[in-house]
């Protein structure tokens, strides 16, 4: 076998250059993932997550966390930033007398690492998902830490159910101006030159995000922008976003998850090419 064909083999990304557009500190994994199948991986954060502008809210609802038969967490960051709140209060305890949901297995890990084990991680890894495994909700009292900028789905099925819910924003999404491995203007040149085979989004809020932060450096239509390169989402929500924002979504994770957003890249291009 040749030298290149062993390269090709291992390295199945080998000549691609792909953006990443998480949180800085949450691109690593995906970033590195990339790498090591060969990719030119671009880091070009455009979201951060920052505290609420207040932890009142919060606060109130975890010294009344007895009042609850349920606590869903949509993501790692609600995990993150519900956490500390909770140890504040002294309630880590109370937790465990009430059931728990996990969006996806990210979530449930950040939870079971924290001691907590998930009572539901819906087979479907969205709101939609957890509405269908939950079934019956009447009656019962939900808790949604949650970020500011949040689909209304889940609480709205909720309460279609007839459940009390309560929503608390426990984190928000900004958009990032700086960070990364490229500013915005070098990354419209690159796309104008076709230098950017493919570009990735985990979240609605990215793709809003990296069309304000285009936005900001040229008058072109994102759509034009993007025309050379190609778009891969994490699940369905994402994808939809980003076709109202009239991009052509060549690609969608099977399973809302990293991994299987990587395994998703290595398909297109393995029938690609």
């Given at each position: 076998m040749s030298q290149s064909a062993v390269t090709t083999e291992n390295k199945p990304l080998l000549g691609k250059t792909i953006v990443v557009t998480r949180?800085?500190?949450?691109?690593?994994?995906?970033?590195?993932r990339l790498e090591g199948?060969?990719?030119n991986a671009l880091e070009?954060?455009?979201?951060q997550i920052v505290p609420p502008e207040s932890f009142e809210p919060l606060d109130d609802a975890i010294n009344r966390l007895d009042s609850f038969d349920w606590v869903i967490f949509t993501s790692v960051n609600g995990v993150e930033y519900f956490w500390p709140r909770l140890e504040v209060a002294g309630k880590t305890a109370a937790l465990g007398n009430l059931k728990v949901c996990a969006i996806g297995p990210a979530t449930a890990a950040a939870l079971t690492n924290r001691g907590v084990t998930p009572a539901l991680v819906p087979q479907k890894f969205v709101a939609e998902g957890i509405l269908a495994d939950l079934g019956n909700v009447a009656g019962q009292r939900f808790?949604?830490?949650?970020?500011?900028?949040?689909r209304e789905a889940l609480l709205e099925g909720l309460e279609a159910g007839g459940a009390s819910v309560e929503q608390i924003i426990a984190y928000r999404t900004v958009v990032a101006e700086t960070g990364g491995n490229l500013?915005?203007?070098?990354l419209v040149r690159l796309l104008e030159a076709g230098r950017v085979d493919l570009i990735t989004f985990t979240s609605s809020s990215t793709v809003r995000f990296f069309a304000a932060r285009l936005a900001a450096v040229t008058a072109q239509p994102l759509p034009d922008l993007l025309a050379k390169s190609i778009v891969a989402c994490i699940g369905p929500v994402t994808a939809g976003t980003a076709r109202e924002l009239g991009l052509t979504v060549a690609l969608e994770a099977p399973e809302y998850?990293?991994?299987h957003l990587v395994?998703?890249?290595?398909?297109?291009?393995e029938f690609k090419e």
């Open positions: 949180a800085q500190r949450q691109a690593g994994s995906l970033i590195n199948l060969g990719a070009f954060p455009v979201i808790l949604l830490p949650r970020a500011e900028l949040a500013d915005a203007a070098e998850t990293i991994e395994k998703a890249i290595l398909v297109y291009y």
